[in-house]
């Protein structure tokens, strides 16, 4: 018998927690990240009031430095740490794939200087569309329609374009280019970056609407990934029989592996809590695992280096927190975390290397406090291990301290 019948897993993307130990082998625009820190650094210089997560021990997480505006709690009503990647890697399917129980020891390939013609070429040969060269580098998601989206509205070009990550992306307005066709030439993208040296993570279709000076991105995003290389925990937990809900862009990470019931994509972190929500109240949903990402912190203001909107965001969703506890069952955990840090105080506009806070909540507990500091896998080893099923590569449950 489990001892939690359900685990509900909530990946606030990108909110890391202070450089990793192997943080200065990793550059974000030719600077180390050594000394990214994005909650720490969020605190310090545009504050942080999140008091629902400091409930539950945010703030009692060992670090250097506490953070500024986030308070130990003498009796937390949760337990808490810190996880450490052990992956080569700092990207979201690097991270949550980890999580999921996967050592990823070759990364994928990235694209500092811009695709290669022959990719190019084989996607205006498929189209029938031109790629804009001049966008063909990494590139900011925002500034990269900016700049070319006039030009696409009057050619219909594709503006194609990658960032520091493995990620190849095709922005179109959805009035120059409809979404399906878009989605269609992803999908050939897809298919001829499967292997080195052009291995992608995701292809990613950005579409957009509005008026030269005025784009705006819609909802209409659709990432293509590779499956992983190996059985994740989701699959064992599939293999077994049990549910296994996705909220938001989870199932696309992992490619729908492991996946029986999909809430479908997220149009913010709000419509994603509210997608968690509806999937923890269902009638069907008496015993599983349910896996959320909310990516407006990442995508909307890591990015774009945004501390205040990323500080408002992080509040936005403390304030949606005690919806999620209230629709908790008895027996139920719910465990918070992030796949990679986002520093948006850091140079360049990239991911950081950082650790990745874990809080982890039940109205069964007896006790609360501070868990070893350890690993993103051992996440998916204490899943496996709630449920009976085999652990994936790499991991290591806590499962006996969670009481």
């Known amino acids: 018998m489990s001892k939690f019948n359900r685990m509900h897993l909530i990946v606030l993307d990108s909110v890391g927690i202070g450089a990793a130990p192997d943080a200065n082998n990793f550059v974000n625009a030719g600077v180390p990240d050594g000394a990214s820190d994005t909650l720490g650094h969020i605190s310090k210089t545009v504050g942080l009031n999140v008091p629902n997560m400091a409930k539950l021990g945010l703030g009692n997480i060992p670090r250097e430095q506490p953070l500024k505006t986030v308070p130990a709690e003498s009796n937390p009503t949760g337990y808490a740490t810190k996880l450490e990647e052990v992956s080569l890697g700092k990207d979201t399917m690097t991270g949550h794939w980890e999580i999921m129980g996967l050592n990823i020891t070759e990364p994928f390939d990235t694209f500092w200087n811009g ?31 900016d700049d070319f989206g006039p030009r ?36 050939f993208a897809r298919s001829i970056t499967l292997e080195r040296p052009a291995l992608l993570g995701r292809i990613i279709a950005r579409p957009y609407v509005g008026e030269p000076g005025n784009f705006t991105r819609t909802s209409n995003r659709r990432d293509l990934a590779i499956s992983p290389f190996a059985p994740t925990v989701l699959d064992k937990l599939n293999e077994a029989g049990i549910d296994t809900y996705s909220v938001g862009k989870i199932s696309d990470i992992f490619n729908g592996e492991g996946i029986n019931h999909d809430m479908g994509h997220n149009k913010s ?15 069907d949903f008496k015993h599983g695992f349910s896996f959320t990402n909310l990516v407006d912190f ?37 465990m918070i975390t992030a796949d990679h840090g986002n520093d948006p105080t850091y140079a360049g506009t990239d991911h950081t290397r950082e650790y990745i806070p874990f809080l982890a909540y039940s109205p069964s507990f007896k006790c609360s406090g501070l868990i070893p500091v350890g690993h993103f896998a051992d996440i998916s080893a204490t899943i496996a291990d709630n449920f009976g099923v085999e652990k994936a590569m790499i ?5 006996d301290k969670l009481v």
């Open 269 to 283: 972190n709000n419509h994603g809590v509210d997608n968690l929500i509806k999937a923890m109240t269902s009638e």
């Open 152 to 187: 696409q509205i009057e050619t219909g070009e594709l503006i194609i374009y990658t960032s520091a990550d493995p990620v190849l992306q095709i922005a179109a307005h959805e009035d120059i280019i409809p979404v399906e066709e878009l989605y269609r030439i992803c999908e």
């Open 298 to 334: 990442d995508a909307l203001y890591g990015h774009r280096r945004n501390p205040q909107g990323y500080r408002d965001c992080l509040h936005e969703f403390d304030e949606r927190l005690p919806e999620i506890i209230a629709a908790m069952k008895e027996d139920d955990l719910l």
């Open 395 to 399: 991991g290591e449950s806590f499962l």
């Open 115 to 145: 695709f290669p013609e022959e990719i190019l070429t084989q996607i205006e040969e498929f189209s029938g569309r031109k790629v804009i060269r001049e966008a063909n580098k990494p590139y900011s998601g925002t500034a990269v329609i």
